[in-house]
């Protein structure tokens, strides 16, 4: 590794190495990537990694739109013949019970189609057209996202990670930030950010982005920084996803499903070998540390699930559980990411807290976080997501209250 670089990206997960492709793409600066483990080895190797437009707040929806583009064609995107998103075009179906929700479906459906984002509602007759093994006697409102769909997270972050490198960037792994190298300012702020150690030594870097995710409290607090890591207001928690086997297989092509009608605001959609997938919109388990993730599935939340899908898709009635796996969210107040010149570090730039849904904006978040820090205007503006937002009670909610589909 060289001792220094114009920009240190702590983290190969999609936001990372979507950042560090970004970078390449657009400048000459010289780029190190880092991950303490395998790339790919935090919350991003979890994912369901569903592609889907539909939020309230205008920027996630643009953010959204944008990525979509690049997932549809993700060889050209990054201009390399050989990397391999896994799109699949499956289309998006989400479901509101009678009451406020279905008023909210409604409005965002429309706020959306201003953007840009093709989108509609549909009747019940339609719907199970598109999905017949629903059941809907219990939803009064429908909304269709017909260019969405799932995609391999592993198989997205490795295609930027092979076009990153092969614009230069340098990609180390098993290279942990063992923490930020801070150097005393005349202040204020009393210090600045001028590289990382790592077991093969300290780098130097103009800038360093902190992309991290779950572990950036643990980053902070490495680095000597505990009381400014309070300020990053940062929750991290479990998440189960369960797999289902069912009567006849379930095919790949299966709309997903978000299921709003539920207090967990469900979400299902194809697997692999013909099972369904199955997870939560809903807070998770609290994790004090995302290094101490049990990988149970607990019995009752399997029942839970269970009951639930065998209810709106009477074929999973007693379905047998097939597999199931744990992965982290790292959660901020409003469900939304943190981007943005980390406000009393100088030479640091935040990019956490995607809160359960930054695989569908990795692609665009990544450029555009690569333009600002550039000092290019983005093609979204990133204010709405500087991390000080939180302290001016400028949070970014989103209709449906707190979750992942602000
Ligand atoms: C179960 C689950 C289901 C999800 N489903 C969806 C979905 O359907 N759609 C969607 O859009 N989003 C979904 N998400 C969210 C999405 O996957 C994440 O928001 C996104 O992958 C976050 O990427 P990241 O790069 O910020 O973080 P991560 O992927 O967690 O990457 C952080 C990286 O930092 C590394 N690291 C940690 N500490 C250090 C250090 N000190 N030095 C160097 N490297 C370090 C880790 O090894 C890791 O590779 C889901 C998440 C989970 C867990």
Redesign the pocket.
Known sequence: MRSGYDFVI???????ASVAFHLAELSDASVAL????EV?????G??????RSHYSVASNTALTLRSLDVFRDFREALGEGDVECGFVNSGYLILSGPGAFADQLADNLARQRALGADTSSIGRAEARERHPWLELGDVAAIGWEPASGYAD?VGTTNGYVTAARRRGVAVFENT??ERLRLAPASGPPAARVTGVTTPDGDVEAECVVS?????TRG?YADSGLSDDAEALRLQVSR?V?LTFGSVAPYGPELPIVKDLTVDNKMYFRPADGGDVLV?TGDFGDPLEDPDRMTAAAPRDLVSLQQAQIGARMPAFEGAPLTDSWV???DITPDWNPVLGPAPSLPGLYLA?G?S???????PAIGRCVAQSLLGEAPDVDLEPYRPERFEQEALLLGAYGSGSIS
């Open positions: 702590a983290g190969g997960g999609v936001v990372g880092l991950d303490r483990g790919c080895s935090g919350g991003t979890r994912s369901c990694a569903i592609i997270p942990p930030v992309a991290v995710g779950p572990w980053l998440h996803v997870g992965g982290p969210y956490y995607f359960g849904h930054g695989f569908k904006m990795a």
